[in-house]
């Protein structure tokens, strides 16, 4: 098939379905025709075609954007009222490596307002909606991304995650996500950015429909970062120590995780010792049980240098005034905020961090620990299997109810840990169902490897609608 037939078949399906799930704000479709036609002008002019392979290894291939990266033409906004205006002016840097390998953007997607929280809702695009049920989140921060993907509107797509806003969307939607090593992938051209300790924390990285995919985006978007892993190395699936953990331990700011969850995980664990003939270690690490407090204490810390972390409020007042979330909560109950309710609470949530600095000081260091031993644990040679959430997808603004429930994601944040999220099928209720990949860093190859196992044993991605 020629370019543009692949490219218009992918905007005729983006305008079929986006009315549903309102995942794509804004497309560049003629940009992207028109960059399919030179495609197939390149692609006659050099028949051979193995001079393009190496130069170009994603040509023609269409993507979508988070809308916090700036793609040159399209707005950038975040979901932040004040910002509605904005419209970027270049390309992030992994934006322009993508398009730079051929890739073909089809438009921006949608995202929570300014990426910090775990449903994709905001006052410039509205809700974004799951593509197995519409009455259900697509997830956050990369909601819109995860969706378009889940949806078969997109081929590969980019995300970021500093609390799982990569993995939580691929989960939900039933999609490959992976969060690379800490600074493997530059972070440079979204918005927000991380500033002080949080730059070791937000990762860009690759989601798409399928585990193959994940290492050639991970190796494009990282550019010469990509130098730090060991992608190269063949993985014996046998010699991988299998570590399992059912759930955190049973934090009371957490939901208990899901039976049909539990059930997954254990299919798993049973297929790998059946079929590889290793034996999976159960193992519990009490201090994932305080993983909520653990993250939030060192996204609020300082840097080495001394630096406070930045202040969500001041995130808000971006391009604005200076805002209060008290006064912007009562604003809110009579339906006169800009701001959306996650958005407000979480602004005085901050507030309240501050109130404890001791408490905080003993967290960040039992977060270091922590690292320490998950070091110890998976060493060269393991992989964790982990919830990647305690629930499926739950039902629009039902999240606000349990607003913690991401400490299944964040926690790996701040151990600066890579992980692979990988789909397994769907529930009876139809939704999809997961679990979380879990290596050392700079062993990205490793979980990489065991999805694309777990693809093929369990049947990856699953089209909505499909049962």
């Keep these: ?67 916090a990266f700036s793609l040159h033409g399209m707005p950038n906004t975040s979901g932040l009222v004040n910002r509605r205006n904005v419209v970027a002016t270049s390309d992030a840097t992994v934006v322009s490596r993508l398009k730079q390998a051929g890739a073909i953007p089809l438009g921006v997607t949608n995202c929570s307002e300014l990426c910090m929280w775990y449903e994709s809702s905001n006052r410039v695009y509205g809700r974004t909606n799951n593509p197995y049920d519409l009455q259900r989140i697509a997830g956050g921060s990369s909601g819109g991304e995860g969706c378009v993907l889940a949806a078969a509107c997109s081929v590969i797509g980019v ?12 989960f939900f939607n039933g999609i490959f996500g992976h969060k690379p090593t800490t600074g493997v992938v530059p972070n440079d051209g979204q918005f927000p950015n991380a500033q002080g300790v949080r730059t070791s924390f ?41 570590l399992c953990m059912d759930h955190d331990g049973g934090s009371v700011f957490v939901s208990p995780v899901d039976k049909e969850i539990l059930q997954a995980q254990k299919k798993v664990v049973e297929h790998l010792e ?33 630096q406070e972390a930045q202040l969500f409020t001041d995130l808000l007042g971006d391009h604005g005034k200076p805002v209060w979330p008290l006064w912007e909560l009562m604003k809110w109950l009579v339906g006169m905020s800009s701001h959306t309710l996650p958005a407000i609470a979480l602004g005085l949530t901050e507030k309240v961090m501050k109130l404890n600095p001791g408490g905080n000081a003993k967290l960040v260091s039992m977060g270091k620990s922590l690292q320490e031993e998950m070091e110890a644990l998976l060493r060269p040679d ?30 790996f944040n ?5 992980v692979t999220q990988c789909p397994l099928g769907l529930s009876s209720e139809g939704l999809p ?12 190859h490793l979980t990489l490897a065991v999805a694309r196992y777990l693809e093929e044993a369990f049947g990856g991605w699953v089209l909505p609608g499909k049962v």
């Design 382 to 411: 393991g992989v964790l299997l982990y919830p990647s959430h305690p629930t499926i997808a739950p039902r629009h603004n039902s999240p606000i109810c349990m607003p913690f429930n991401f400490a299944y994601t964040a926690i």
């Design 433 to 444: 169902l997961g679990v979380q990949l879990v290596a050392a860093p700079y062993n990205d």
């Design 159 to 170: 995300g970021s995650d500093i609390g799982g806003s990569i993995r939580m969307p691929a």
């Design 1 to 67: 098939v020629t370019c543009i037939e692949v490219v218009g078949a992918y905007v005729e399906r983006i305008r079929e379905i986006n009315p549903l799930i309102n995942a794509v704000v804004k497309d560049r479709f003629e940009e992207a025709l028109q960059e399919a036609r030179q495609v197939d002008q390149l692609l006659s002019e050099c028949p051979g075609n193995d001079c393009l392979e190496e130069k170009f290894p994603l040509l023609g291939v269409p993507i979508t954007i988070k809308e």
């Design 274 to 306: 059946s079929e590889l003939g290793v034996q999976v270690q159960h193992v519990a690490i009490h201090k994932m049980k305080y993983s909520f407090q653990i993250w939030s204490a060192m996204m609020s810390s300082k840097d080495s240098d001394g």
């Design 414 to 418: 701040v151990l600066g840990l890579p």
């Design 202 to 242: 937000l990762c860009t990285g690759p989601m798409c429909r399928y585990a193959e995919d994940l290492e050639l985006m991970l190796g494009v978007m990282a550019g010469p970062g990509i130098d730090k892993l060991r992608l190269n190395e063949k993985v014996s699936l046998e010699k991988i120590r299998f």
